[in-house]
């Protein structure tokens, strides 16, 4: 089975720098997404890791570390509107590419 | 930029009746999914749907559900005898089933059972 452990709430400041943790644990790995959800809405695609280290994208980057089963979302120069769930979501290789979601990371963003 | 896209966006319905949500997802893509999340919960993952077929369900997937495609366009969840613990939001999702690639969600059907 899987198993995706994210914290279940974060608050940030406007402008400031975030980083949000998720370890798992797989039986076999194909790859981690991270997705925004805002209230109500649809999992929107943030990014996507299947090697070790950082990939940046605008003000959103995401790092993994496949030795240690975990990755963060690190999201710079907040704005309100980042304010919504975070879903780590991790794909495993035994046959099925469907990834498996994470409860999610509320984040609140404060002015 | 293409969309999956949902109907109705919220269906309220009596227990113990059926409902058909609908999906129209991306046109050259060639997988599809359901998802669900209940209120204050997870996404779940309930089946995946490839060439005319099921692909992979749930244990979530029982006997109560089943999904189509009737057309060439659309894709359907059907739940029979519905109860109350099936009030979620349902997500309809595409992709092309490459590994590295992310699946399209549509904006979800909020279905509340009374």
């Known amino acids: 089975g899987q198993n995706i452990d994210q914290p279940t709430e974060m608050t940030a400041t406007e402008g400031a720098i975030v980083q949000i943790n998720c370890t798992y644990q797989t039986s076999g790995f194909n790859g981690l997404f991270w997705y925004q959800q805002h209230a109500g809405e649809a999992p929107t695609f943030l990014s996507y890791n299947v090697l070790d280290g950082l990939e940046e994208k605008g003000r959103f980057s995401s790092f993994l570390s496949r030795s240690k089963g975990y990755s963060y979302l690190l999201l710079k120069e907040l704005q309100m509107k980042d304010s919504a769930s975070y879903l780590c979501a991790v794909s495993s290789s035994g046959g099925s590419y469907i990834p498996t979601f994470g409860r999610g990371t509320s984040l609140i963003v404060h002015p | 930029e293409p969309e999956v896209t949902q109907t109705p966006s919220h269906q309220v319905t009596q227990m113990g009746q059926e409902v058909i949500l609908r999906c129209v997802p991306i046109?050259?893509?060639?997988?599809f999914y359901w998802y669900r999340q209940i209120l204050g919960q997870k996404v779940e993952f309930l089946v995946s749907?490839?060439?005319?077929?099921?692909?992979?369900k749930s244990e979530i997937f029982d006997d109560q559900f089943s999904v189509e495609r009737p057309d060439g366009s659309n894709f359907t969840l059907k739940i029979r005898s519905t109860k109350l613990e099936d009030s979620a939001m349902y997500f309809c999702?595409?992709?092309?089933?490459?590994?590295?690639?992310?699946?399209?969600f549509g904006d979800g059907t909020r279905l509340s059972i009374l």
């Open positions: 046109s050259n893509h060639l997988y």
């Open positions: 749907f490839y060439n005319n077929e099921i692909s992979e």
């Open positions: 999702a595409s992709g092309t089933g490459d590994s590295n690639q992310p699946q399209h």
